[in-house]
């Protein structure tokens, strides 16, 4: 999972957090953004382009963690934001509910998902975005595709540590061929 | 469950319609218009204010039936537009998958839902609703209730068919108090 | 959507249920039968073997329609023995909220779903079987697949009408690769 | 949120869990035991019942901690096992998505649920439950009550932290009047 670093990294330092990270799993949002018609069929999904240290590229959902006495909702809210910019107005869920829940281990093979870093469980939600996306940060780019470019074994190539896997499960989860 | 008539009434003439309705389920969405906050919250629900044929009221949320060859989310479109208005601004939920469905059955007790003139199987949905809500027909008003107001016993006093229970479940379904 | 020849008809003859399914959408229930290891991790999924008149043969989940004053649960129930026989075990979810709708339309790309016999509307489940199946009437057979061949193309091309599609749905929401 | 001491304390000391309890959301699975009929319905919903440290009783649902590296379907069975005792025959859901996703603050009022040792984030699942229950460790009881019961006032009272709007979060998500 590819997240941006913490703007607000609450009350732990980055070593006391990787020490955390070491033996307890933390807790993510995920968050897919989507282009949704006026009867809210889902037309597009978006997908950030970030540089990894090594020098080569992917692209990936907005992921981030969820900060002490942070809802749930204000932490995809947050992440949203910080990756989309401030006037992507984006539509967070009226509940809770996931639609699925992604548990990334630093072993693979236990799930389809892995973290070398930490043993993250994300909660996923698909976040219609209705507003201009700027993306910020570390992500270079952030790129609208149809739902059957979403589908493609092309761009899952281009995704890392499993999050095809919950693209794909966001596709079948709003009707879509996954 | 009470439903205005059908604008479109497709294929079936009233005659036909009782007929088929005493030997199938007949297929319905039903919509909990709800506001929200910005970060998805639910606010307030609103609920339509009808007068029955006997000269009472009662308060209800959008429910009709699904036509043939209608998708279930063109299905919802048209009855929210019926119900609030064309300026309300319904965002459609992007997933097909219904928060419960509630199953009406002419006989009392089977399920907590109940319509004497019909077994209809009703596909529920939370809808968050942005604009400004007219309510058109036979319905005399739309009111919004605050999530306190809407689990209360006096409101679930004034609905009917177990509407009460949906709207409950409904209330649960967004992570409050039901 | 293949089904077998109801054996609990209802109060339609085939000629009024014909001129019903021109005209109304017809509720039905799909099930996916799964078997789940212990911590209720899906390991395989099952899929029937039938026969087509045309002399070919397709692989298909278990589907019917919901008959009148027939609760969603018990329509359920009843296709999956009709299907699996008297001792499959199958356990009926708790919700009543399926993990999606899955719209068949006469015309081809209203959505990944197609019957050309009837607008039919399935709601679907997972359902876990525990005991000895035992196909019965027109289904040849039932085949398990592990989770890996069902998402497989080679299985995909045996199934009809998207019922691959719908296959994919539910290895995506069980939390697998679709 | 009540839980019993862990039995598989990871690789924690009791003051480091403090230390990171008072900055770090945990994660935490939360199960609402229940007895289905052979349709899957509903009939009865498990409560634990436990002694407090000042002396009072309170009921309670299954809960507990997710530790590093374990699965949130492991986690689930661990404490259903240690809880409901090794001949319980839990059916944890095949999907890992769960009906809601509790959030217990430190601080009343942010949402229905509190704790005041940690910041908390449950995500609950509906467990049935088909064998023997013996409570084990500070569980004294282990009560079934009837869905007519559950939904009560009398039993919410006897509940604590907003675990009761939990259970009725949970009824209403089965299909019964929360």
Redesign the interface.
Known sequence: MTETADTRP???TSQ?LES?R??????YVQAVP?R?D?????THVGLLLRATPDGSFHRSVVSGR?????????A??RHLEKDLGPVALP???????????A?Y???RG???FHDSRQ?A?A?AY?V?VAGDCQPRQDALDLVWFTVQEAAGPQLHAEMAGGED?LL??A????????
């Open positions: 609450g009350w732990l006391e955390i070491a033996r307890m799993p933390i807790l989507v949704v006026e009867a809210g069929q889902v969820v900060l002490y006495h942070e809802r749930v909702r204000d995809l809210l539509r967070v869920p009226a509940s809770p509910q996931p639609f699925t829940v548990e281990f630093p072993t236990v799930t389809p043993h469980v909660m698909i219609p896997v794909r499960q596709l079948a989860h709003v009707g879509h061929i996954p």
